[in-house]
């Protein structure tokens, strides 16, 4: 090749020091589009005969975490830019086996009670919790933003409370924000 001169093919281009230099064709008709900060009203737009999605833990948590991606948040949908569905489901998914403290406490010295384990265990049932994000613009059908995270815990346990498990599960589905992922990611 003369000095200065470019051979080109398509998507490749060789240069005069025998460079390649690969070109990948842009489809802009399969960009996602993106969302830009502005003000979210969260849980308009669902299905809100479902004791489950309208729980005021879940919207309240997913209000937190995408406050925090600093979104504004907006009560009223119909003022809103953006509006963001909150979509739990519950399952049962087996069982586990914990340990139970009971007995008597023994009181050691001047007044310290030491409780002591009988070593008994009770069976509590697991359950998998998922928790969906999806934002939409404000009278739009697209998705232009989705999140999901899941975990499984035990009833009673002490992370299993409905506000604990909204929060954890909300800020894991913001994690990639605005990234955008169909993988589900998993709080444990």
Do not use: C
């Not at 909150?86 to 007995?103: E, K, L, N, Q, Y």
């Not at 409905?162 to 955008?180: H, I, K, M, N, T």
Request: net charge neutral; glycine share 12%.
């Amino acid at each position: 090749m003369p000095n200065g001169v470019m051979m080109e093919i398509p998507g490749l281009m060789v240069g005069m020091a025998g460079v390649v230099l690969a070109f990948a064709p842009v489809n802009s008709a399969s960009a996602v589009p993106q969302v830009s900060l502005g003000t979210i009203s969260v849980g308009a737009g669902r299905d809100a005969s479902n004791a489950e999605d309208a729980s005021p833990d879940v919207d309240a948590a997913a209000a937190a975490a995408l406050g925090e991606k600093g979104f504004t948040i907006l009560n009223d949908p119909g003022h809103a830019a953006y509006v963001a569905e909150v979509v739990v489901t519950r399952t049962d998914v087996g069982a586990a086996s914990v340990r139970v403290r009971s007995g008597k406490a023994a009181v050691v010295g001047a007044g310290l009670s030491v409780p002591i384990g009988s070593g008994g265990s009770r069976i509590v049932p697991l359950q998998r919790t998922e928790l969906t994000i999806t934002i939409r613009k404000r009278g739009g059908a697209a998705i232009l933003w989705h999140g999901a995270a899941m975990t499984v815990r035990s009833e009673g346990a002490l992370n299993a409370s409905a506000d604990g498990v909204a929060s954890a599960l909300s800020e894991a589905a913001l994690r990639r924000y605005p990234a955008v992922s169909n993988e589900v990611t998993s709080v444990p």
